[in-house]
C-alpha cells in the first residue's frame, strides 16, 4: 500500500520477484503491474511495462553503496527502498536531473503537477484493485 502523506496513499503496489537460481549472487528481478491504462508512469522509477528502476535491482549504476551485494543485500531492502525512496510525497524528484530543480519555481511547479497526476493514477490502481482483486490477495484488498 501506498504511504501516508503521498500522491500514492492507500493505493494497492503488486511487485513480482523472481528469485532465480543465480539469487542472492543476483539480485531479484521485480515486475511492476502498473495499472495506468497508458496514461503514463506513477513514478519516474516504475514503468508501465513492469520495470522496477533501482540501483539495488541492478536497473542503473547509481551510488555503490546503494547496488546489490550478495553479502550483504536481501529482499527486504529492496522492498524498504521501494516504500522509502520511490513511493515519496514528492515523486518528480525521483529523476535525479531533477533534484537541482527543487526549490525553484520550475521544480515547484513540475513537482506539484507530477504529484497530482500520481495521486489520479494511483486513485486507478484503487479502482482495478477493487475490480479485479489480484490472485491471491482479494482477502488484502476488501
Request: hydrophobic letters at 35%; charged letters at 20%; a negative charge.
Amino acid at each position: 500500500m501506498g504511504p501516508e502523506n503521498t500522491p500514492y496513499e492507500g493505493a494497492p503496489f503488486v511487485i513480482d520477484w523472481l528469485l532465480d537460481e543465480t539469487f542472492p549472487q543476483t539480485p531479484p528481478i521485480a515486475h511492476f503491474h502498473s495499472w495506468t491504462n497508458g496514461n503514463g508512469r506513477v513514478n519516474p522509477n516504475l514503468y508501465e511495462e513492469g520495470k522496477v528502476c533501482l540501483s539495488i535491482l541492478g536497473a542503473w549504476a547509481g551510488d555503490k553503496s546503494e547496488s546489490w551485494s550478495p553479502l550483504h543485500s536481501f529482499l527486504m531492502q529492496a522492498l524498504v527502498f521501494i516504500q522509502g525512496l520511490v513511493l515519496v510525497k514528492e515523486p518528480w524528484f525521483c529523476e535525479p536531473a531533477y533534484e537541482k530543480l527543487r526549490g525553484t519555481p520550475e521544480g515547484i511547479v513540475n513537482s506539484r503537477l507530477y504529484s497530482e497526476k500520481a495521486y489520479v493514477l494511483s486513485c486507478g490502481f484503487v479502482r482495478q484493485a477493487l475490480e479485479t482483486p489480484p490472485i491471491g490477495l482479494e482477502e488484502e484488498i476488501e
